[in-house]
């Protein structure tokens, strides 16, 4: 990776980003803006905050679950659906969906930046998300909630997509790189989230462990490096870290420690041009730091979310819920998202909900019944809603340039 500021005279910011001290993200071929925005379902980030952060010369990134609800002609279809064919005609209009997302993000980029689709690999319909996305010709596919080991058995057809893991350890990293090895590909980039800062599903076997010392970025950035160099990859595939961090500062932070970019969440989600609905983005802008609550999602992983009264009134029921799980016959919505369902299934100690239909209340701005997940830290407008043009001046402009 280059060690000096090179010129970006062809990418957007170009006058912003010479003066910001920061290094271009290499990755795929590609010259880009060392900003990534992390995909976020239900809904949140769609085509129109991905293909505007691509627009601007960063990472923009759909988040693959459940796009049908941005499509009335598709929640119509699939609205009331019962017996066994239900979970296959919802599948299927995600996938339209997901297809219907990728070329409207792609025409509002303008030809700028680099598009992914995240996948969670804790779907049932992963598979046939990468498949499709890859299909659709997205630039990179990223995958976290999982190891994804199969990925490049998915992708063998499509050699110059960028396959991207999420991971929050150096053991990961390892493991990870030893098994993609035997299918002769490697990641284009590894994405090191921190579960002690990040929102959403976090990448610990528990809650208590969300704060252990080898995620600090610190020490996990080196020592991944490190597996890098032994594998002779340091060169050629460049670290992005994400959870907890908000300026440009921050990155120029991680950029020394040897990361190539850094990828922001929340920060993204209480943007003008996020897909959810207004009242999604006061409550995360509006949230401090007491506001926000650990607990095991249904997927059985730890999660950071706003203490809604929806989730206060889980809580303070969890232990019975959990004492009172059992496998149910089928899923109360037809849909069967996840591949293993702490409800569906009955798995005593995971979470007791749909988080379908949780998350979708939450895009839609239902603050009595949504599940609004959060990463920590302070944003960078505090609690107003700015554009994403503004987040990136903001990322792009060293602090004392504003003093």
């Known amino acids: 990776m280059p060690s000096t500021v090179e010129p970006a005279t062809d990418l957007p910011h170009a006058e912003s980003f010479a003066r910001s001290g920061l290094k271009l993200l290499h990755l ?30 960063g990472v923009g990134t759909i988040s693959s679950v459940d796009l049908r609800r941005h499509h009335p002609d598709l929640m119509d279809a699939t609205r009331g659906l019962h017996g066994e064919a239900a979970k296959a005609r919802i599948d299927a209009a995600n ?83 030893r098994k993609w090895e035997r299918k002769q590909r490697m990641p284009d980039a590894i994405v090191l989230e921190h579960p002690g ?61 040897g990361a190539s970019a850094v990828q922001f969440g929340t920060a993204f989600a209480v943007t003008e041009e996020c897909d959810a609905d207004d009242t999604f983005k006061r409550v995360l802008a509006g949230a401090s730091e007491d506001d926000l609550v650990e607990f095991t999602s249904v997927a059985g992983l730890p999660a950071r979310a706003v203490r809604t ?11 019975r ?25 009955g798995l ?24 609004f997940f959060r990463g920590r830290g302070t944003l960078p407008f505090g609690n107003q809603i700015r554009s994403v043009r503004a987040l990136f001046d903001h990322l792009l402009t060293p602090v004392c340039a504003t003093a």
């Open 321 to 345: 819920t959990q004492a009172a799980a059992h496998p149910k016959s089928r899923c109360a919505k037809h849909f069967d998202c996840l591949a293993q369902c702490g409800l569906r299934d």
């Open 348 to 371: 005593k100690g995971w979470g007791q909900f749909c988080i379908d239909h949780q998350l979708a209340a939450a895009m839609r701005g239902d603050v009595r019944t949504g599940l």
């Open 95 to 177: 996938v339209e969906a997901l297809g219907r997302e990728i070329r409207a993000a792609r025409a509002l980029s303008g030809g700028h930046g680099m598009l992914a689709v995240n996948v969670m690999r804790a779907i049932s319909a992963y598979a046939s998300h990468v498949k499709t996305a890859l299909e659709c010709g997205i630039d990179a596919v990223v995958v976290g909630a999982g190891l994804p080991l199969d990925l490049p058995d998915l992708a063998r057809e499509h050699p110059k997509a960028a396959l991207i893991p999420i991971l929050s350890d150096a053991r990961g990293v390892h493991l990870l790189l």
């Open 28 to 57: 795929a071929g590609r010259r880009l803006l060392p900003i990534v925005q992390g995909g976020m379902g239900v809904g949140v980030s769609a085509h129109r905050l991905a293909g505007t952060v691509a627009q601007q010369g």
């Open 197 to 257: 800062w990040a929102g959403g599903h976090l990448g610990a076997a528990r809650i208590e462990d969300t704060h252990d010392a080898r995620f600090e970025f610190e020490r996990v950035v080196p020592e991944t490096l490190d597996v890098l160099h032994r594998a002779g990859l340091a060169d050629t595939v460049p670290l992005i870290v994400a959870g907890g961090l908000r300026s440009n500062e921050d990155i120029r932070r991680m950029q020394a420690l």
């Open 309 to 319: 009264p929806w989730l206060q009134k889980y809580l303070s029921l969890i232990e």
